[in-house]
């Protein structure tokens, strides 16, 4: 075939292969849960309130990993600084005794300033490492961890005055290891009661979800909301067209930061209980694990993933240790299978988004060929 | 009739680090006209272009000479940005798409259509909404103007090749103040049919009042297209003709221009009737340089040349035979077939490469240059290495010493100015590095030698050694070289015979004292006749 | 002059010596004894020190920082937990415990490597999940495995691995003993020391010849590499085998010093603090020597052994966790963006 014949490309045919990966996370999922429900005994009202629940709980702070996404900049391990973020917010909020709404309000009033502060720094440090961000910000993650935990463990109660004694180690400095919430627990999830039946649902955190899941589709229509598409698709190109790169990437980190700030207030308003030295770290792995497993991809990630991935993801975590422990006569079987599952996901996730991008350079570099031996 | 002319270039002149790339080069366009520049790969069209469009690449090395006059007052562009801003536009050869957007998202990349909302003044424009009608609109209206249909909503990673040309060209277009555009070669991707509709569209711009400066290495496209012909050479402004008055043979003359009969040395070594290596049906899939069905012989003792524009598919064959990107066909050595893909397999039989990407495949950057010079020898030959007595010669450990003495032999006779073997090639100049590779090459004591750009990014006293290095290596050992470079005058005079590579093929193989202008012609497409190809190929003129 | 040195030696590195040095002149005047401090530094040396030297081949290939040290770990504690389950004792036992994690470690290790050149690029990140989720596939498997040992299985339950396993009565301090001596409060672990130095020759001797060589051109530049007629991918795999072997080396000397085995969640996180070692020793993303790693894990665990003690006499409270942590991940963080910026 010559040049002069040649008709136009034809749309990239998608291999089945190609199909079943993007889709493989999910089905494997899917097929977990199937077989694992029926192991656990659990009656189907308990699962359906138990899944509510964690769908208020959780949503919103997987919520926040979208825009890095659409940004290009892969997941975003540094939700967790938005998390630290919030849980200073609590605690003060905890030592002036701020109850109900108001003390949510406060609480993400006073997280937002340092969730923006730690974005930033995040943002800045990712843009000296493109093409690394993900094992950056998930470093970074850990390294801010030591400094939240200098402040929490050494300056809270020492330099910062915390006058509740409840909140202080007995040493006299220091926050305790697990803060009770009592003041805000619930208040959000209680704010609009709603009974079906037997199961409860927290219609008030809900609505705030939806006002997100809102937020995100107005903002994916919007001129920033393009260039991060653009930026996430092809930076020099970007670049050449005049969108400020870096200042845009940044933006979307303090965007993500601040709203894991909010979503880890809203994941702790309704477990009730601070665990100040692990719970940041639990909500970056869960969330990340939870997006993977409703299908998003490190390139790709929409509001579905979401919500199917919150859904299979605590299926595995309600139903894994009893069934665990029917199959094996050993919950903890389960617990650590569920760990095991939550990385392996995670590590899956990363070796197929790998793989894609390699097979499509090379295809990219397929179209560029030509017609070479072919003749 | 009296005009200021829209854009009036005065003397422009350009040094790279002391190396003269442009000389007083001086034309003006009017609106609505077309100038077609021409000119071989370096002689200056792309630093030109560079000035125009404010390239920081120009700026960042001091600059240059004379001025630009757009619209009667003397412009200096800052950025790219400023040139955009003033009404130059620019098609660059390399997309710059989003492959994901639609041809309206790209169009308008960064000049999207914004519903007003309150948020604008509260904070930035960025949070408007997107217009997308408008968008649409806009888009297509753009695209119409170049009389081509392509739907405003298909994905630039699904269009077929010459539509993203297209939309490349509608987002200059887009600009409403688009005065001047620039298009580098924009007809290499296209099929005939597509670069004639692009040719139509870019009548129909030049009759709406944009002046156009297109470049392009087909001369028939010039010449039905373009007003005006602008040559350059060497950074020289050679002819500045009507187009209509000159032929294409008279264009290609211009291009390639002297002789060198008078300086070409004796040649001393032998050519023997033997074929050292032999070519049949080769392809080789190498990004931007794709060789589609090469043929060609070449004897012991030989000094061929392989030439030709940039983007032919010159690189590739070389690179192909190495094995170093995916290749097929036929390459045999003295007879016997090489096998392809597999770099070891042709470094076993004795062929050694010097590549034209010094930094990328050349060197060890990072590392000494005695491990640069010696590292295919001990990989491939086994050499360089000592037993450990200990372990009964078991484990065989690099010898430094064998390494260290074989460079300074290679640093002697090259003249690599260096503090010592021992230095990192990072830190030597082009022209070292060069000779780097070459000590490289050397070392491995090759029955065929492969060398891409011998000279590229070197100066021109370094230029003269390589070459007389290369001459007297081919001369003494009776090795065979094969030469590829885009500078078609170093050919002609280190070569016994150069091939002219055109579109993946071999457009025709000259010896190297024929006249400039049928090399000229032969780069232009015009291929030699089928008899005197068959008869260049086996080389029996 | 200084600031030549500074340039040299990077910042961070300035930085952390002059403070680790700092710790060593304030130690006597807190009340901190420096023949005590320097031995327990000098233990945790011999301890860590074959662990970070697992990350030489990888980073000299190319494959990046080595966040998949868990593997090798792993493969160490079934050569370990195997060699008490067939009741070997002594210097014999510790050889078992080698001899039988080696073969674990080359397999893990050749399959990790073949997954870590199709995902080239992505290297670190991904080997940091296939470490974790090995891990918790080994909570699963100290569960089930059928150990009989009653030293090692829980006892009301008779099956499952406990979490920690003393090796007291097997190959407990074999190393470290062996020619120790002990000066006042001064105790020196000859034996591990020279363990580590012929490890550390062992990997001399590997970079010298022709495929060391050829691994470290693949590392400075894969594409010479290919040119020169080297076979880069199998480069990479004997590279990532070579750092697993070692990895599961390194834990059997950390245990036997230690005296324990730790199961379960114990190799988590024993990546990132080898990894900080070698960068705070002067190694880059891709570069790395023996010099780095014996500075790199001299100066880590000199703070790491000095910060409690004096820290916590001058400030009465224990920081050294804190300390640890913001350390080893700056020092990780340092690493990344700084190579980025050298690309540029």
Not at chain 2, 456 to 468: H, Q, S, T, Y
Not at chain 3, 298 to 322: A, C
Request: charged fraction near 20%; proline fraction near 3%.
């Amino acid at each position: 075939m010559s040049r002069l014949d040649r008709g136009p490309d034809k749309k990239r045919n998608r291999g089945v292969g190609s199909l079943l990966a993007d889709y493989a996370v999910p089905v494997i999922f899917i097929v977990i849960s199937v077989v694992a429900i029926p192991l656990s005994d659990f009656s189907a009202t308990y699962l359906i309130q138990e899944l509510l629940v964690r769908i208020g709980r959780n949503s919103f702070l997987i919520l926040s990993l979208l825009i890095p996404i659409m940004a290009g900049m892969g997941l975003n391990f540094g939700m967790v600084l938005g998390a630290m973020a919030g849980q200073i917010g609590l605690i003060f909020v905890s030592d002036w005794a701020v109850v109900g709404i108001p003390g949510i309000v406060l609480a993400m009033i006073i997280g937002t300033p340092v969730a923006v502060a730690l974005g930033i720094l995040c943002g800045e440090v990712l843009n000296r490492a493109k093409g690394q961000e993900m094992v950056t910000s998930y470093i970074l993650g850990f390294f801010i961890n030591g400094v939240y935990q200098l402040f929490v463990l050494y300056f809270m109660g020492w330099l910062i005055p915390i006058s509740n004694p409840a909140l202080v180690l007995s040493r006299g400095h220091g926050i305790r290891n697990a803060i009770s919430l009592t003041g805000i627990r619930m208040v959000l999830d209680r704010l609009i009661p709603l009974q079906v039946g037997t199961v409860t649902i927290p219609v008030a955190t809900y609505l705030v979800i939806a006002a997100f899941c809102f937020f995100i589709l107005w903002f994916r229509k919007t001129k920033l909301g393009q260039d991060m598409r653009a930026i996430g698709q092809d930076m020099a190109v970007a670049d050449s067209a005049g969108i400020p790169v870096n200042r845009t990437r940044v933006i979307a980190i303090v965007i993500s930061t601040v709203l894991a700030c909010y979503g880890q207030i809203i994941f702790l308003q309704n477990m009730g209980t601070l665990n100040t030295y692990n719970s940041h770290d639990q909500a970056g792995m869960f969330s990340i694990a939870a997006l993977l497993i409703g299908g998003a991809s490190v390139s790709r990630a929409g509001i579905g993933n979401v919500f199917l991935g919150v859904v299979l993801f605590h299926l595995m975590f309600i139903v894994a240790p009893k069934a665990g422990r029917n199959l094996m006569g050993e919950a903890q079987i389960g617990e650590y299978f569920r760990v095991f599952v939550s990385y392996g996901i995670i590590a899956l996730a990363l070796v197929l988004h790998a793989w894609k991008r390699l097979r499509d350079r090379a295809e990219a570099r397929r179209s560029l060929r030509g017609p070479a031996g072919k003749e | 009739m009296p005009e200021v002319p829209l854009l009036k270039l005065e003397n422009i002149g350009k040094e790279y680090f002391g190396n003269r790339v442009l000389a007083d080069v001086s034309f003006s366009l009017n609106r609505g006209e077309i100038l077609g520049l021409v000119g071989e790969n370096g002689a200056g069209k792309s630093t030109l272009m560079n000035i125009l469009f404010g390239m920081p690449v120009i700026s960042g090395t001091g600059g240059y000479e004379g001025n630009i006059v757009l619209d009667g007052e003397v412009i200096r562009f800052g950025s790219p940005f400023d040139a955009l801003a003033a009404g130059i536009g620019m098609v660059h050869q390399e997309f710059s798409l989003i492959p994901g957007f639609s041809a309206a998202e790209n169009i308008l990349l960064n000049r999207e259509e914004l519903n007003k909302s309150l948020l604008e003044t509260v904070f930035s424009e960025r949070l408007n909404t997107l217009d997308r009608p408008g968008m649409r609109a806009r888009a297509a209206r753009a695209i119409k103007t170049l009389g081509v249909d392509i739907g405003v909503d298909t994905i630039a990673a699904e269009m077929p090749v010459g539509y993203k040309q297209f939309i490349e060209i509608a987002r200059e277009i887009d600009r409403t103040r688009t005065r001047v555009l620039v298009l580098d070669e924009p007809t290499a991707v296209l099929t005939e049919t597509e670069a004639r509709i692009l040719l139509d569209a870019l009548r129909k711009l030049a009759d709406g009042g944009i002046a156009i400066i297109f470049i392009s290495h087909r001369l028939q496209e010039i010449k039905s297209l373009c007003d005006r012909i602008l040559v350059l050479r060497d950074g020289n402004v050679i002819r500045d003709s009507d187009a209509r008055s000159a032929s294409i043979r008279d264009i290609a003359a211009w291009m390639v221009g002297r002789n060198v009969e008078e300086d070409r040395p004796v040649r001393a070594g032998t050519i023997s009737d033997e074929v050292a290596l032999s070519v049949r049906d080769l392809w080789v899939d190498m990004p931007g340089e794709t060789v589609r069905n090469a043929a060609f012989d070449v004897h012991k003792g030989e000094i061929f040349g392989i030439g030709g524009l940039a983007g032919q598919g010159k690189l590739g064959i070389p690179n192909g035979i190495m094995g170093l990107y995916p290749a097929g066909g036929t390459v045999s050595l003295f007879g016997r077939e090489v096998e392809l893909n597999k770099p070891r397999k042709a470094l076993d039989r004795g062929m050694a490469f010097v590549s034209e990407d010094r930094r990328g495949v050349g060197l060890l950057l990072g590392e000494r240059i005695d491990w640069n010079i010696t590292f295919t020898g001990m990989q491939v030959q086994n050499r360089f290495l000592k037993g450990l007595p200990l372990l009964g010669n078991l484990v065989r450990l690099r010898d430094d010493d064998a390494i260290a003495a074989e460079s300074e032999q290679y640093i002697k006779s090259l003249e690599i100015r260096c503090t010592g073997p021992a230095q990192r090639a990072v830190e030597l100049s082009g022209g070292n590095q060069q000779k780097v590779c070459l000590a490289k090459a050397f070392s491995m004591r090759p029955e065929l030698l492969l060398i891409c750009e011998p000279t590229r990014g070197i100066d021109v006293g370094a230029k003269e050694l390589v070459l007389n290095t290369l001459r007297r290596y081919n001369e003494e050992y009776g090795t065979t070289i094969l030469i590829t470079s885009s500078e078609l005058e170093e050919l002609r005079s280190v070569c016994d015979r150069v091939a002219i590579v055109g579109e993946g093929k071999i457009a025709g193989i000259l010896p190297a004292i024929s006249p400039a202008e049928r090399f000229g012609l032969l780069m232009m497409g015009d291929v030699e006749d089928e008899g005197a190809q068959k008869e260049a190929v086996t080389g029996n003129a | 002059m200084l600031k030549k040195f500074i340039a040299t030696a990077g910042w961070p590195r300035v930085i952390i010596g002059l403070f680790l040095l700092a710790l060593f002149v304030t130690a006597p005047f807190v009340g901190v004894r420096i023949s005590t401090s320097l031995s327990d530094t000098l233990v945790r040396f011999g301890m860590n020190g074959v662990m970070v030297l697992a990350m030489i081949p990888m980073v000299q290939a190319g494959c990046g920082l080595n966040f998949g040290l868990p593997l090798g770990v792993i493969a160490g504690l079934l050569g370990a937990t195997m060699s008490i389950e067939f009741g070997v004792r002594g210097a014999l036992g510790f050889a078992t415990a080698i001899g039988l994690s080696i073969p674990i470690a080359a397999i893990l290790g050749y399959g990790y490597g073949q997954l870590l050149n199709r995902v080239k690029g992505d290297e670190m990140m991904i080997a940091t999940y296939v470490g974790f989720s090995s891990v918790a596939f080994m909570c699963m498997a100290w569960l089930l495995l059928p150990y009989k040992n009653p030293t090692m299985v829980w006892g009301y339950q008779g099956t499952g691995l406990r979490t920690t396993i003393s090796v007291d009565n097997y190959w407990s301090h074999i190393l470290s003993d062996f020619l120790s001596f002990k000066i006042g409060t001064f105790y020196f672990p000859t034996g591990m020391f020279l363990f580590f130095a012929a490890m550390c020759f062992l990997i001399w001797l590997f970079m010298k010849t022709k495929t060391g060589t050829a691994m470290t051109a693949v590392g400075s530049n894969p594409e010479f590499a290919r040119a020169g007629g080297v076979n880069v991918d199998r480069m990479r795999v004997i590279s990532v085998v070579l750092s697993t072997i070692f990895g599961a080396i390194g834990i059997l000397v950390y245990e036997q010093s230690f005296g324990f085995i730790q199961l379960y969640m114990g190799p988590f996180y024993m990546a990132l603090p080898t990894v900080a070692a070698i960068l705070l020793g002067g190694a880059s993303v891709n570069r790395a020597t023996i010099f780095n790693v014996v500075v790199g894990t001299f100066l880590f665990q000199g703070i790491l052994t000095m910060t409690p003690s004096v820290i916590n006499s001058v400030l009465k409270t224990d920081m050294s966790e804190v300390i640890r942590i913001i350390v080893s991940n700056g020092m990780i963080l340092y690493a990344l963006t700084r190579k980025a910026q050298v690309k540029r």
